[in-house]
């Protein structure tokens, strides 16, 4: 019955537009993981939703509340936020202390089986100091997407709060 219900309710959404008119949002770049030394989170995450996140680290948490949010909205994303951050902000002197690596996308060309040049996305992973370095012109010029933030554990552990 329950199953049934889902299914209808599927169909519906789909006939009646659903997400069709709405704006994208890729709920693919929200996401956390674990591994020993590192925690990934998608890029798409408000520090709101972090904050409501039962699945956030606490200490994170706390970082976010008493550092990130004196000078930023709760409802930005972590892309835009890293994305129009500056060296000399109290956002990026805080992730800086936190030793965070960013996941990007990066337009790129390559060359195709028949010969032709194609506009490709390419995934490296590159620290804060890196991506800061690019300017906001060029970031839009090569396409730049910023998929995840990658905090050290060490880094967040041993932060003073």
Known sequence: MIL????????K???????????AVYEDFKYMLQDVNRIYIGAK?????LMENP????KFKSVIEHYLLKETDPDTSI????????????SYRTYEQLKVKLKISRLTDKQGKNGNIERVYKEQTISLQEFADISLA????????????????????SFVV
């Not at 959404?13 to 704006?23: D, L, T, W």
């Not at 936020?81 to 060296?87: A, L, S, V």
């Open 138 to 157: 060029q970031k839009k010029r090569d396409g730049i997407v910023v998929q995840e933030l990658i905090l050290s554990k060490l880094a967040l552990i």
């Open 79 to 90: 892309e835009s936020d890293f994305y129009y951050m500056k060296p000399e902000s109290f």
């Open 45 to 49: 995450y408000t520090y709101r939703d």
């Open 4 to 11: 049934r219900d889902k299914l209808k309710n599927l169909k």
């Open 55 to 58: 699945e956030t680290a606490f």
């Open 13 to 23: 959404n789909k006939e009646g537009g659903g997400r069709k008119g709405s704006p």
